[in-house]
């Protein structure tokens, strides 16, 4: 018997530790080599485990377990063939006065062609699924051309690249990528008087958040305050281009895209509030990589988007959709989910009218955009409705001071209530 154990990898600088999220293959079924195995859940991402050699598959580590890099996840019997490892079906009786048919054998699979030819793996089918993509239209690069993780991923930001055909009705909700609700639990029917109570593990991305959350709290000398913009020219500029926009490019023109630039153009004004603390020293930073707080169903990631100051709107617009994508598919790389100097986070697509977003350490400042409502303001001697839209800057005041905080948002409200001067670079 010759067994080869599987251990977990190394999958990032500072990740110690992952959880077992849950098998793909059962224990004892026969695996071949780079099939996947089980997925990996880690500070971050959530990651596919490939089979390291071809035999039967016995399972150490169970669904939920936290392990920590170089344990035993499983065993693999290399001894073992597929037939082998197959559970045995007794063969049905037949009765004596009706003879027994034989099944002619089925041809054996060529070389270049078998069963796994053009299958998805569980991981990828999962992927093409979510995003419309016929598995005919992928070419598998795994083993015997079985259709990989990252074939899908592949289609999928393929899929984004490409102006879609059918523009009036996008896959993506590409106006509010940044926090695209996740899919809310079916409510279940409960007796009345019920006493019954519910237990279930934190997921490791889960228990993540609250941790950096709570160290925001507690470390950062961490203060809010508020201004509100009226988005009549914003949303009028939009409405007037917004067809010429989709044609040109493919995608909508959204708030996040506007909204980004606008921040990018003012924080290389004001690098403070483009800084953080590195120990006893100030890093300020000549570019906004800006991150967008995305809502999935395992917890909140924010991906940045290097060089925003750089991009133009369409390529905003372009990147964030694919980082929407990647994240409520499970995708996203570690390198796509580290970085950034400023975060943007969208509360209003859940009907948020105002509140005070934490900072995500180690930046020093996060934006929290809120619900446009139509409220009565006054402008000059009249009152008139305008769609309104509060902010709010969070911000460490160990980096920033509270007047710098404030002009910092006075800035941002101009240039959204006047884009043309925005576009101009005036």
Known sequence: MSVVELRVPSVGESINEVTL?????????????????????????????????????????????????????????????????????????TPASTPAVSKPAEPAPSATSNYATGHPSPAAGKILKENDIPATAVAGTGRDGRITKDDAVKAVENKVATPAAKVEAPAVKVEAPAATPAAAPKAKDVPAFSRDTERKKMTRMRRTIAKRLVSAKNETAMLTTFNEVDLTELMALREKYQDKFVAKYGIKLGFMSLFAKACAKILLQMPEVNAMIDGEDFVYHNYADISFAISTPNGLVVPPIRNVESLSFAEVEVELKNLAGKARNGTLTLEEMSGGTFTITNGGVFGSLLSTPIINEPQSAILGMHAIKNRPIA???????????????????????GSSSVTFLVKVKELLEDPIAMLLDI
Request: some cysteine; glycine content about 6%; overall charge negative.
């Open 21 to 93: 999220s849950r098998w793909l293959k059962e224990d004892g079924s026969f695996v071949k080599l780079d099939e996947s195995l089980c997925e990996f859940e880690s500070d971050k991402a959530t990651l596919e485990f490939p089979s390291e050699a071809t035999g039967k598959l016995i399972h150490v580590a169970k669904e939920g377990d936290d392990l920590a890099i170089g344990a035993l996840v499983a065993k693999i019997d290399t001894s073992v063939s597929a037939g082998e490892s197959a559970p045995s079906t007794p063969p049905a009786e």
């Open 379 to 401: 402008v000059g001697d009249k009152v008139e409705i305008r769609p309104m839209m509060y902010l709010a800057l969070s911000y460490d005041h160990r980096v920033i001071d």
